[in-house]
């Protein structure tokens, strides 16, 4: 994801010019305080000299002349005390405007450093054979052994992680959990791997409990590789640490971890889309009159298996309600697999297939997928991009100007546990920073599982939606305006 550079140059850029001037300024005062002395000294000399030569004819043009000399260099001190004052004034206000920019400029937190041993450069002082303020583990069947390196990316340390034997679970180093305010932040490390590797952020939360937040797979790279991704740090979260995981057979270095506070860079214009996966019957009956008391239209997605199952009665008949309500409609695969896990040809026949079954029998065109679970790698993102316009992930943001890549636009799952004040806050979030908001539903039935939501919860996230007076717009909508920026 590219980071705001120019900005961070901008800024550290303007932060030396201040600090050059701020302290030019307080050259310029010191001197001129010499020559204030100076100033003093030389007319003080004189009128001594004056003096002097005059002692003979003391007279009381004389007194007069010293007084008045003595006010001339009092009113003098009085100005340069002023004009010191007035400086040291200006410089505060100068500092305070400084640090009030460099909280809100975007990423400009250079030298902060929240992963401590972030380069793994101490080792510990227990263990030699592991990081200071690291640790390793794995679950699962399979053979894995840790290693702690003599180089690295950059200074002389660095991990690494070999799966020689792999049934099942995963392996992974990882810095001790830090506590982080409630926002957003960006991570990044270096990796070498000859494999696809998985990136997870853990948060612990304040009952105990641990999320996690699943990130695109890191692709496989021999070279050094930077890795990063953004992630908002919720109310409810304490501390948080970062898994990059190996869990298959192969090797994975890697080194320089950091977390540093982001900020979005936003569009021209805030915008929610309201996604649904899988093509659940009951969403016609439930989710579609709710929308439509607002004018909402939505993008739905359909695996296609589930259209032919057999207990579902004239699924086209389902289907017709939205496509003449104004919703678009998208792939989810034809079988709703982990296309990761598939061959080359399979994974080319979900893509293909659920298009051109959809085109036929739907007779509209399909250009947008949603990949089942939101698995995806380095292959099957190159397919989807052959064959449709986008592709919406499961991977957790918003999409802003700074991360915006239509193969892989990011959304809020809302699961049986989201509030209506989360939702709430989302759609705040997009609406203050203009980003592209898009939320990704399932079910919408009065018995939700994990990934579904009841129609009482749905019909408050769009009254709160409605409320917050944010244009709903469809993933076609979406795209047309961010083409036009
Ligand atoms: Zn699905």
């Avoid at 004389?62 to 001190?77: A, Q, T």
């Avoid at 007779?363 to 592709?391: L, W």
């Amino acid at each position: 994801m590219p980071v705001a550079c120019f900005q961070r140059d901008d800024l550290s850029g303007c932060a030396a010019k201040g600090a050059s001037e701020r302290s030019g300024g307080a050259v310029f005062s010191h001197f001129d305080q010499i020559k204030t002395v100076n100033n003093v000294f030389l007319l003080y000399k004189y009128h001594i000299f004056e003096i002097d030569v005059s002692k003979s004819q003391w007279s009381k043009y004389n007194i007069i002349r010293i007084s008045k000399f003595i006010k001339k260099v009092i009113l003098l001190i009085i100005k340069r005390i002023m004009i010191v004052v007035l400086i040291f004034f200006l410089a505060l206000g100068c500092s305070e405007k400084e640090s009030i920019r460099t909280g809100t400029a975007n990423n400009n937190y250079t030298g902060m450093q929240f992963v401590e041993n972030h380069s793994m450069e101490n080792s510990n002082p227990d263990d030699p054979n592991r990081p200071d303020r690291w640790n390793y583990n794995n679950w699962g069947n399979n053979s894995t052994t840790f290693y702690y390196l003599n180089h690295g990316h950059s200074g002389k340390r660095s991990v690494k992680i070999e799966v020689a034997e792999y049934e099942d679970g995963d392996s992974k180093w990882f810095f001790n959990p830090i506590k982080l305010e409630p926002r957003d932040y960006v991570f990044s490390n270096f990796y070498r791997s000859n494999v696809d590797t998985r990136v997870v952020v853990a948060i612990t939360t304040n009952t105990g409990n641990i999320e996690y937040i699943d990130w695109p797979n890191a692709p496989a790279s021999k070279l050094w590789r930077k890795y990063e991704a953004a992630f908002s740090m919720p109310e409810h979260g304490e501390t948080a640490t970062v898994y990059h995981l190996l869990s298959k057979k192969g090797y994975l270095i890697t080194d320089d971890y950091n977390i540093k506070p982001y900020q979005y860079e936003g569009l021209n214009q805030a915008m929610v889309t309201i996604t649904f996966d899988d093509g659940w019957e009951e969403n016609h009956r439930t989710a579609l009159p709710i929308m439509q008391k607002y004018g909402f239209r939505s993008n739905q997605f359909y695996a296609t298996t589930f259209i032919e199952d057999p207990w579902v009665s004239n699924p086209k008949e389902l289907i017709q309600p939205f496509i003449d309500a104004g919703h678009e409609i998208g792939s989810h695969s034809i079988t709703h697999q982990y296309l990761t896990k598939l061959s080359e040809e399979e994974m080319i026949e979900e893509l293909e297939e659920s298009k051109s079954y959809l085109e036929d029998y739907l007779d509209i065109r399909i250009e947008y997928f949603a990949s089942p679970y939101g698995a995806y790698n380095t292959s099957v993102s190159k397919e989807i991009k052959n064959h449709y316009n986008a592709h919406r992930t499961v991977d957790s943001g918003y999409n802003s100007k700074d991360n915006f890549d239509v193969n892989r636009l990011k959304c809020m799952s809302i699961l049986s546990t989201t509030t209506k004040s989360e939702v709430e806050d989302w759609v705040r979030k997009a609406k203050e920073e203009n980003l592209w908001l898009i939320l990704l539903y399932h079910r919408i039935a009065d018995n939700p599982n994990q990934y579904d939501t009841t129609p009482e919860l749905f019909a408050e996230h769009m009254q709160v939606i409605n409320e917050k007076g944010i244009p709903v717009v469809t993933i076609s909508e979406a795209l047309a305006q961010i083409d036009i920026q």
